[in-house]
């Protein structure tokens, strides 16, 4: 189970980062910890089955939005690249699951079947456990935080009461998370360990400029990637960066910007807004 300095956003799994030479079945140890009868894997599944992320969303009564959503997410927990899309308009082409996504889906199943057996069999047992299932249903707790983006301690700074835990996404990428010197104590956060920043959608900031206010002593920091997909709104736009070959962060902008797809854009987040996960 994931321990985070928020309790309100604990995730469970299993946090790994892709290395050159680790076995492909250890990059998706993270992806299959997170929740065997997670939606996700229902997503990547009917991805499979029909080719197309659109259809895949109607099956699973979504929107086509939150099934890319999935498989971003997905795709950061597993670090590497589990569908590949066609090119098409708004809600269109074509999607192929790659070996990585299939060997995660087989294993997946795996997984789902050896569970089933083993509740099977408790309950095949003449003493019965009323209390057990609840009690592991709430072990498998979800997170509504859309960005969770596997990465690395580079170092952490303490302030007084406060630290600062300097994070390094794959591909060199910098993010700050900035917590209590207690929760970093209780987590026992030390240089080089492998964890997990979660952030909501509603607090990242996505902008065509880098925000003067970024880097420096501003509790604020900026992250560069492409916009990828877009979700129009009355007040504001939901962006989704491409931060680099398997990474992916979700953010808004004003609707005034009109930012379009292949835009190199910034996305700004508080310290305070980036929470920390770790296996435990």
């Not at 050159?20 to 499979?48: C, F, M, T, Y």
Request: aromatic share 2%; with cysteine; charged share 20%.
């Amino acid at each position: 189970m994931f321990r985070t300095n928020n309790l309100a956003s604990r995730a469970k799994g299993t946090i790994e980062i892709m290395k050159i030479n680790r076995p492909l079945s250890a990059s998706l140890n993270s992806a299959l910890g997170h929740n065997l009868v997670d939606k996700r894997i229902e997503i990547l599944r009917l991805v499979g089955q029909s080719g197309s992320i659109s259809q895949a969303a109607r099956d699973a009564k979504i929107s086509y939005k939150a099934a890319w959503q999935a498989i971003d997410t997905l795709t950061n927990l597993a670090g590497v690249v589990l569908v590949e899309r066609a090119v098409g308009g708004q809600g269109g082409g074509g999607a192929n699951i790659t070996p990585a996504g299939q060997k995660l889906l087989s294993i997946a199943n795996l997984l789902n079947d050896s569970r089933q057996q083993l509740f099977a069999s408790f309950n095949a047992d003449e003493l019965s456990l009323p209390g057990a299932l609840p009690v592991l249903s709430g072990m498998n707790l979800r997170t509504s935080m859309r960005n969770q983006l596997p990465c690395r301690i580079a170092k952490i700074e303490v302030q007084g009461q406060v630290a600062r835990v300097h994070l390094e996404l794959a591909g060199g990428a910098k993010l700050v998370s900035r917590i209590t010197k207690a929760s970093a104590e209780l987590l026992t956060l030390k240089k080089n360990l492998e964890v997990l920043a979660l952030c909501k959608a509603t607090a990242v900031s996505v902008a065509l400029k880098q925000p003067l206010q970024a880097g420096g002593a501003s509790k604020l920091q900026a992250l560069t990637g492409s916009a990828v997909r877009i979700s129009r709104g009355k007040f504001g736009d939901e962006i989704s960066l491409q931060l680099g070959a398997e990474l992916q962060i979700v953010g808004f902008a004003a609707p005034e910007l009109k930012v379009k797809i292949g835009d190199a854009v910034f996305a700004s987040i508080d310290e305070a807004a980036v929470v920390i996960a770790l296996a435990g």
